[in-house]
Nanobody
Framework: EMQVEESGGGSVQTGESLRLSCAAPGFTFDDYSWGWFRQAPGKEREGISCISHSGTYYVDTVKDRFTISSDNAKKTVYLQMNSLKPEDTGVYYC?????????????????WGHGTQVTVSS
């Protein structure tokens, strides 16, 4: 079954780190590009990082703090989040899009996880 499942969220203090994982065991991993979105309380879901055959992308607000990576053998995508800030608080979602697509264009027809909560306290 083609499902993605996020894990690794939690509650941390400002400046601390978390690593999110997105497991996708039912996928032919190389047929997809991957991304992380987040939804802060009261805000729309936003794309924050993508990884594909073309490389990686980061939105300016997480650049130099977050690192996206993938382990094709484990069919898992990671998001290493360092120097966390309260404004990073939200539900983080993983998404799989066709390999030729850019993850920021993901829509309801793509493969989304259920999300993992990240809370950063000051």
């Amino acid at each position: 079954e083609m499902q993605v499942e996020e894990s690794g969220g939690g509650s941390v203090q400002t400046g601390e780190s978390l690593r999110l994982s997105c497991a996708a065991p039912g996928f032919t991993f190389d047929d997809y590009s991957w991304g992380w979105f987040r939804q802060a309380p009261g805000k729309e879901r936003e794309g924050i990082s993508c990884i594909s055959h073309s490389g990686t992308y980061y939105v300016d607000t997480v650049k130099d703090r977050f690192t996206i990576s993938s382990d094709n053998a484990k069919k898992t995508v990671y998001l290493q989040m360092n120097s966390l800030k309260p404004e990073d608080t939200g539900v983080y979602y993983c998404v799989a899009v066709p390999w030729e697509s850019f993850c920021l264009y993901a829509d309801e027809n793509d493969h989304w996880g259920h999300g993992t909560q990240v809370t950063v306290s000051s």
